[in-house]
Each structure stands twice: as structure tokens, then as C-alpha cells.
């Protein structure tokens, strides 16, 4: 596991409920709003996939934030029993005392918020985000489960965007559930021939494409300027 110390680029260090979790927040001037990336189980800020497409959000002029939604050691306790990653609740209240934390910071406060979620990071996202529904100004959800957010969805206002793989049928229909529930401006996008992972050549770029469109139409001003990133 790569160490998380403050060599790291943008690293923050977010205290939340009494734990200290880390995080990289980093930052195009003028940006058009920031992106908060929840990943998904057994993952981490470290992530690849949800760093590619971090970057290819800051080419386009959002901030990100990617950050551990565990402890040290509860990501141990994790690898042996799989428990805090499905505690959608946990996840949730994590998310939402970040963004508290953020609008509480000079850098941040007046940005407007989305939420990236991945696997079970999306459920949280989406839980928060109907907890938080002035705040949260769109969403994305990449291969996520959202159908474990449960009743949650009918109170999400946030524009919601599934991205699920063409192959990753049993995701697919998880989601094609979730969308029904959602009663907000929705859409299901479905990659041909991508996995859960999005490992197939092409498909993790139109996953970042598709992210950075959305995000644009509904959390940021049209005619936002895109400039030169800097980091917090």
C-alpha cells in the first residue's frame, strides 16, 4: 500500500468525527466546482482508475478531492472481513462530515459540490447526497451499486448520471432499479463491451468523457474558463 504522508501531491488531512482520514485535494484556478471522489470496496484515494479520471476533470477545470473513506485500521479490519466496506452508512456519514469540513475551508467554500462514487463509494455518494440535497450539485456513478442506497434515492436532487459496463450484466440491472427510483434529472449510460472495472482498451476514456460532460452541464458555469492547475 503506498504511504500516505505528506509528500503526496495535494495532500490533506481531513478530521471528521474524531479520525483523522487522508486525502489529495487539488485545485485548477477559477475552478468550475469540485468533484469529491467516493471509491469503491477494497480501494483507496490510490485508486488508478478514479485518478485517471480526476485528471482528466482538472483538464477541463474542476477540483478534486480523492480521500480514504477508512482508517489504517479499519482498511486492516477490512481485508479480513469485507464489513466497513458495505456499511453504506459509515461511508454516507463520512462523505458528509468532508463536505461540512469543506465548506468550512477558504478554498473550498464557495465552490459548488459533486460527487464521483465507484462500486459501494457510489450507494454513499448518493445517500449523502439526499441528506445534503442543497449542497450536492450532480453526481456520477461509475460500475456502483446504488441500488444499496435504498430508499434513499427518492430523495436524491442532485442530476445522476450511471455509468455501468455493457457486460457487467447483474450491475446492470442493479442500476436500471436504482434509476427507476431516482426522481431527478437521471441517465444510465451503459459502455458495450466494458467489464465492472472498465479495464477494456477505450473504456475508462469514454467513462472520464462522459463524467466531464456532466459535470460541465449541471455544476458548472458554461462559460467557465479553464486554467492552470495548482494544488491546496
Do not use: C
Request: glycine share 10%; net charge positive; charged share 20%.
Amino acid at each position: 500500500m503506498k504511504q500516505k504522508d505528506q509528500y503526496d501531491e495535494g495532500y490533506i488531512q481531513l478530521r471528521v468525527s474524531g479520525i483523522v482520514l487522508h486525502g489529495n485535494l487539488l485545485l485548477p484556478k477559477e475552478a468550475r466546482g469540485l468533484v469529491i471522489f467516493a471509491h469503491g470496496s477494497g480501494s483507496s484515494r490510490h485508486s488508478p482508475r478514479n485518478q485517471y479520471v480526476a485528471r482528466i476533470l482538472r483538464g477541463a477545470g474542476f477540483g478534486t478531492l480523492l480521500f480514504d473513506l477508512l482508517t489504517l485500521d479499519e482498511e486492516a479490519e477490512d481485508l479480513i472481513t469485507g464489513r466497513q466496506r458495505f456499511d453504506i452508512k459509515l461511508l454516507a456519514n463520512r462523505l458528509g462530515g468532508v463536505i461540512d469540513l469543506l465548506q468550512s475551508i477558504n478554498e473550498t467554500q464557495n465552490l459548488r459540490l459533486g460527487y464521483f462514487g465507484a462500486s459501494t463509494g457510489a450507494a454513499a455518494a448518493l445517500v449523502s447526497a439526499a441528506e445534503r440535497a442543497t449542497v450536492i450539485g450532480a453526481i456520477v456513478s461509475r460500475g456502483g451499486r446504488p441500488d444499496l442506497a435504498g430508499q434513499a434515492l427518492l430523495k436524491v436532487k442532485a442530476p445522476t448520471l450511471l455509468i455501468v459496463g455493457g457486460s457487467d450484466f447483474q450491475v446492470i440491472e442493479m442500476n436500471r432499479l436504482a434509476l427507476a427510483k431516482l426522481q431527478t434529472d437521471k441517465q444510465l449510460i451503459t459502455i458495450p463491451g466494458a467489464t465492472h472495472l472498465f479495464e477494456e482498451q477505450g473504456a475508462l476514456e469514454q467513462v472520464a468523457e462522459l463524467a466531464s460532460t456532466w459535470f460541465a452541464r449541471y455544476l458548472a458555469p458554461k462559460s467557465a474558463d479553464v486554467k492552470k492547475e495548482r494544488t491546496v
